[in-house]
T-cell receptor, first 114, second 113 residues
Framework: DVKVTQSSRYLVKRTGEKVFLECVQD?????MFWYRQDPGLGLRLIYF???????EKGDIPEGYSVSREKKERFSLILESASTNQTSMYLC?????????????FGPGTRLTVL | AQSVTQLDSQVPVFEEAPVELRCNYS??????LFWYVQYPNQGLQLLLK??????LVKGINGFEAEFNKSQTSFHLRKPSVHISDTAEYFC???????????FGAGTTVTVRA
């Protein structure tokens, strides 16, 4: 069964802290994505990666960075957390060989920054 | 860039009644279209997708959607809903040459007995 896992379901951090969100997929997918989900705004793409060590900015990359050292793992980093980064964060992956771009999602991490 | 508009943010519906969720997209060129569902406290899972071919697409859990190129729409329907269909539904679009998806704002469906 297809599996995307995220390191935490719930996380509470303080303003200014450095935050790491981890995502692991076991499907040997080339592409991985980080989204944030906010009420009324749907999912917005933060960063994505189409190969190890490769990354591209999405629609809202400000305040975030990413790391992909291994094919199965994609990390989202908040260098200095701020209250406006309180949100649900969703990781997804997809296969490059597909011709239909289906993405598989993890369960999400609900981050609260105090 | 593609954009998606989901015309209803909230849809309350009674059990066993039909439901339609509306989705319009911006592009006039070839697109791939998707509907995802998010049950409470879970990630998204794929309901159905349109890539090419028949404009009526059937998905899981009795859902179907119709692709209408002239109206740039991809509305989702179910003839008879269950309490368990209470969830948030997202329409998404992609360019066939791009790995990225653009999502709508979501429609929350609440099914009442």
């Amino acid at each position: 069964d297809v599996k995307v896992t995220q390191s935490s379901r719930y996380l509470v951090k303080r303003t200014g802290e450095k935050v790491f969100l981890e995502c692991v997929q076991d499907m040997d997918h080339e592409n991985m994505f980080w989204y944030r989900q906010d009420p009324g705004l749907g999912l917005r793409l933060i960063y994505f990666s189409y190969d190890v060590k490769m990354k591209e900015k999405g629609d809202i990359p400000e305040g975030y960075s990413v790391s992909r050292e291994k094919k199965e793992r994609f990390s989202l980093i908040l260098e200095s957390a701020s209250t406006n980064q309180t949100s649900m964060y969703l990781c997804a992956s997809s296969f490059s060989g597909d011709n239909y771009n289906e993405q598989f999602f993890g369960p999400g991490t609900r981050l609260t920054v105090l | 860039a593609q954009s998606v508009t989901q015309l209803d943010s909230q849809v309350p519906v009674f059990e066993e009644a039909p439901v339609e969720l509306r989705c319009n997209y911006s592009s006039s060129v070839s697109v791939y279209l998707f509907w995802y569902v998010q049950y409470p406290n879970q990630g998204l899972q794929l309901l159905l997708k349109y890539l090419s071919g028949s404009t009526l697409v059937k998905g899981i859990n009795g859902f179907e959607a119709e692709f209408n190129k002239s109206q740039t729409s991809f509305h989702l329907r179910k003839p008879s809903v269950h309490i368990s269909d209470t969830a948030e539904y997202f329409c998404a679009v992609s360019d066939p040459n791009d790995y990225k998806l653009s999502f709508g704002a979501g429609t929350t469906v609440t099914v009442r007995a």
